[in-house]
């Protein structure tokens, strides 16, 4: 078979054909009168061997030794071929992602473009200072990518760079909501932590709907942040979390605080008053779980408080009992 009979059976170019020629890759088995080469079968299969090692990644002096050397073993060739691979899948992978949000930034032209890349260089520093500044400019005059913004707070563990991020994901009106969410299920509990305080940060309904969902996470930390974030934005749902933490003294202070602000709304008084007077019971809870919650109804208005109070003031234990009087005098001086 001549060459470009070979050429147009095996879909390789007679040009190609001609190097594989000059690198000793394949031979002609002969010529024509007329010299041009001649290709046998065995020939033509040698082609279709290299054609499938290559399609492989193998370089075409791998190739060769591969197809020349009885003793070539393909094990350690193949596996590195499966690590270059992996790496170059990564790297496009990266530049696949970088150019995804270089394209949600909408930029107008290439000045902003470049700021846009210098963004996401800055995010990804392994400097905190880098990344801070990054964080609080994203947005004043550049674009922020939100999705890269949420990947960057949910890695940050720099209080202050979090802090930075936050803010910015905030700056970005709540677009990053979805990918938060994402992140309140991570295996991973630091990941979950960060999410749920970014979504703290968030005013609009998709967060508060997204935080009351967080109530119910089984991460006792994710539920507390969503208690207290839940807290200041008055909704009720958040009651029964804010007072276990008073029992269980995790933030207790800030979980009061919360309950006071709800305590404002008198549609709620007497529920937060009930819950935490029910939680007094000696036999169920011990006596610095009820000294705290004593003191919480302290920014608790009502007559469910006052009796409670009143009740508690002659409690067995002196110091609730003091505690109890103190509010009391407290509220009468008002």
């Not at 800055?122 to 922020?144: F, H």
């Not at 960060?194 to 967060?207: C, F, I, N, Q, Y």
């Amino acid at each position: 078979m001549l060459i470009g009979d070979v050429a147009r059976r095996s879909g390789v170019s007679a040009r190609m054909l001609r190097h594989y020629e000059s690198l000793g890759l394949v031979r002609p088995t002969g010529r024509t009168g007329s010299g041009y080469r001649r290709y046998s079968d065995e020939d033509i299969r040698r082609i279709f061997h290299i054609e499938s090692l290559r399609s492989l990644g193998l370089s075409l002096r791998d190739v060769g030794r591969a197809l020349d050397d009885p003793g070539f073993a393909p094990a350690e060739l193949v596996d590195d071929l499966i690590r270059r691979t992996r790496e170059r899948i990564a790297a496009e992978t990266e530049l696949l992602t970088r150019l995804r949000r270089i394209d949600a930034a909408e930029p107008a032209g290439w000045e902003e473009v470049l700021r846009v890349v210098a963004l996401l260089q800055a995010l990804e520093s392994k400097s905190p200072g880098a990344r801070q500044r990054a964080a609080l400019s994203a947005g004043e005059d550049t674009p922020a990518p939100v999705e890269a913004l949420v990947e960057a707070v949910l890695g940050e563990s720099d209080p202050n760079v979090a802090g930075a991020l936050r803010w910015a994901l905030a700056q970005a009106g709540g677009e990053g909501t979805a990918l938060l969410a994402e992140g309140l299920h991570s295996p991973a509990a630091e990941v979950r932590e960060r999410a749920v305080r970014s979504l703290a940060e968030l005013p609009d309904g998709t967060a508060t709907a997204l935080l009351r969902d967080a109530l119910g996470n089984a991460d006792a930390v994710v539920r507390r942040y969503a208690a207290l974030a839940l807290g200041a934005r008055g909704v009720a749902d958040a009651v029964p979390t804010l007072i276990d933490m008073i029992v269980e003294a995790v933030n207790d202070a800030d979980a009061a605080d919360a309950l006071g602000a709800l305590a404002s709304d008198p549609a709620l008084t007497d529920r937060i008053a009930t819950g935490l007077v029910d939680r007094l019971a000696p036999d169920t809870v011990g006596p610095d779980a009820r000294r705290r919650l004593t003191q919480a109804l302290a920014d608790v208005p009502g007559g469910t408080t006052s009796r409670a109070l009143e009740e508690l003031s002659q409690d067995e234990d002196r110091a609730v009992a003091l505690t109890a009087t103190y509010i009391l005098k407290l509220r009468n001086t008002r």
